[in-house]
Structures are given as C-alpha cells and as structure tokens.
C-alpha cells in the first residue's frame, strides 16, 4: 500500500494512512480475480452499513484485500474498480478495512492466498467457468466462501466452507443481488466470524482449524493442476490428436471429403424441413412406465438419413411454460413409400416421472468426424 502511494505521488498523509491499514490479527478476507462485471466485485459493498458493522466491530474484527484488473476494453470493469476504490478513500473507517491492490498479477496472488483466511467468490451463476483462486487458496490453509458454481458446485460441503445460496438462478438481476448480498452479510455475521473467534482455553480456534484441516485433505488431492491438465489430456487433447490422424489418412482424403460433407449441409440445410408430426399413446390415459410415441415426415432434400439425427427434445414444464434439465430421444427413420424425398421418423419417451411435461422435435448434423452434433451451427426445430 505504502509503495502504491509513493508511485503515484502520494502526499505524506496518505503514506502514514497506508502504513496504518490492516490488523494482522483480524479475520482477512480476500477477493483477486479479473474484474468482468458477472463476477460481481462490489456485491459485497451493497449495503456499506451493515458490512461496516461486520468490519468494525472492536472484538472480532474484520478486513478485506480486494486485487484485479479488468480488461482494457471493459469500461464496466474498469468502473468497478473505480468504485471499489472510491468507497474506500471516502469512508474514513473503511479506509482501515478495506484494501485495493494494484497491477494484481501472479506475485501479488502468492501473497494473498497466503495471507487470507476467507476466499470469497460470488459470480452471477451459471457464469463462472471454474473458479481456480479458490482452489489455490486450499493448499495455503485458506477457506471457500462461494456461490455453487463452478468447482465449489462441486466441492463444497459445510465441513470445508461457506456456500452463497443453493444454486438458485434468476432472471431478475438486481434481485438476485440483493438477496446474495444480505446471504453474504448473513453467514459472516452468523457463521464465519463467530467460527474464526470463537477460542480455547490456549487461544487456538479449534473448529477454524478443523475446517482448515478438512478442506486441505479432502479438497487438495481433488482441486488441483494435475487433475485439471489430465482431465484436458483426457478430454480433449488426445480426442484432437486422434482425430488429426484420422483427417491425415490417405494424403488427407479424410479431410477433404468432409469439407465437401460440410459443404453440403451448408448449402443443402434450408430445405430440410418437418412436414408432418403425429403423436399417439400406446395406452388410453398416460401413465408412469408409459410410452408416449411421436412419428413424424421430414423433407431431407438433398440430404440423406445418414447426415442427420433426428431427435424428440423434452423436458418437465415449470411455471412460465418453458422446461428445465431437458433429455432428448434419437428417432428411428425409414423411407417413405412412393415418396422420394421424404424420410418417417419414429421415436418415444418412457415417461417415468409425474406431472406435465412438454416436447418438440429437432434436427441436427450427424457425422463420425464431428466434434459434437453442433459444430456446425445448424439446427431445425419443428414448428
């Protein structure tokens, strides 16, 4: 802080001011990361009231370290920071509590995740990607204070952290927000700061250091490096290496017919259409355990049954009338008699759970050689 100061000039005041800030005794809470606006870095100045009420109290004091940058291009970003660093300078007694660090790169995050007891990660879900700063805090002793998303969706438990909310998503932003924010507020209050103060007769705080404990055994040999370059190997290192040699084969005859394949369906993708669909139950009334059968025409045009999947897209129906955690079912095709161009369709869903459920059909590329069945962007959903 004294060296951010003197770089820009500071006057002797604020270099005395900055020599004061932060207690090495008090509980240390730490957020560094890219400051892209989904990753909420003010979330937790919402109501600048109560979280001075948390930081300020004289026995179980509280301090935040706050780094990042944002992307030189993101003026929102750059505006957070702004604010971050505003409210600080304005407050005289969050002056004290709160600490923004400049040019955040890989040595300033040594420091941090070694010098923080809390991480605390509070992207809008489902945004966050993985979330790596809470997994180097681990090794260091630190603990996660996150939303369920990214790795902590996998690996919280109330033994090694704190979660934010129970993987809600909302369409209403400001809403969310809001009730983020006061869970943020609540579970400091309530949870971590009582944890992190509550000592033994020899001043050790002995639940504190069995969530240490836990997260560094059970979380550690999970959250790591190795996992992650082996998981890529796995996943899509090796994939892309063997399909390389499958293009190569041949003086990369492969390769050339499927470019001309993709050519095809480009060009060939607008005519593709449902012309007919037919639904029927194999019993009166649906049942759990029974089957509910689509059969449905379609116009290939220049296409062929090999070139496409044809799938029933369903899911349970909730409140606005959309679906939520939705399956698909590939459908069988045979010709059509007397009818060249066109394809039949069959398929059926075993309905295995209660309640409403609503469906329709799509078409998409089908090919060996393709990454996944929408690499090509191209996708026709009946009407």
Not at 68 to 82: S, T
Not at 234 to 240: A, G, P, R, T, V
Request: charged share 30%; hydrophobic share 40%; proline share 3%.
């Amino acid at each position: 802080m004294r060296k951010q100061v003197i770089d820009r000039g500071g006057s002797d005041s604020e270099i005395r001011a900055a020599s004061e800030v932060l207690n090495a005794s008090a509980l240390t809470i730490g957020f560094a990361r890219r400051f892209a606006t989904y990753k909420r870095a003010v979330l937790i100045f919402k109501d600048v009231e109560r979280l001075l009420s948390i930081l300020c109290d004289a026995k179980r004091p509280v301090q935040l370290i706050i780094a990042g940058k944002a992307h030189p291009r993101d003026e929102e970003g750059k505006a957070l920071i702004q604010e971050i660093v505003n409210l600080a300078k304005e407050d005289e007694l969050l002056r004290k509590r709160v600490v923004f660090l400049e040019n955040y790169d890989m040595n300033v995050a040594r420091y941090m995740v070694e010098g923080c007891d809390v991480w605390l990660n509070n992207p809008r879900r489902p945004l966050e990607a993985s979330g790596t700063s809470g997994m180097k805090i681990i090794a260091n002793g630190g603990l996660n204070f996150s939303v369920l998303d990214g790795w902590w969706d996998e690996g919280y438990s109330h033994e090694v952290g704190w979660k934010i909310g129970n993987g809600e998503e909302y369409d209403d932003l400001d809403y969310q927000d809001e009730l983020e924010s006061r869970m943020i507020y609540d579970t400091m209050e309530k949870e971590i700061v009582p944890s992190f103060y509550e000592r033994s007769d020899d001043r050790l705080p002995r639940k504190w250091i069995a969530m240490m404990k836990a997260s560094m055994r059970t979380l550690g040999p999970v959250y790591n490096t190795n996992r992650m370059v082996e998981q890529y190997v796995e996943k899509f290192y090796q994939n892309s290496l063997e399909l390389r040699n499958i293009l190569m084969e041949d003086n990369w005859k492969v390769a050339k017919d499927l470019t001309l394949w993709k050519a095809k369906l480009a060009s060939g993708w607008d005519k593709v259409n449902f012309v007919n669909i037919e639904e029927k139950r194999t019993e009166g009334k649906l049942t759990v355990g029974g089957k509910f059968i689509v059969n449905a025409e379609v116009d290939l045009g220049v296409l062929t049954p090999d070139d496409v999947e044809v799938q029933i897209y369903y899911g349970k129906m909730i409140g606005n009338g959309d679906t939520q955690k939705n399956s698909f079912a590939v459908m069988d095709n045979k010709p059509v008699k007397g009818k060249s161009n066109l394809v039949a369709y069959s398929g059926e869903v075993e309905c295995d759970q209660t309640g409403q459920f609503g469906y329709t059909l799509r078409i998409l590329p089908k090919h060996k050689l393709l990454i996944n069945s929408f690499e090509l962007g191209l996708i026709k959903w009946a009407k």
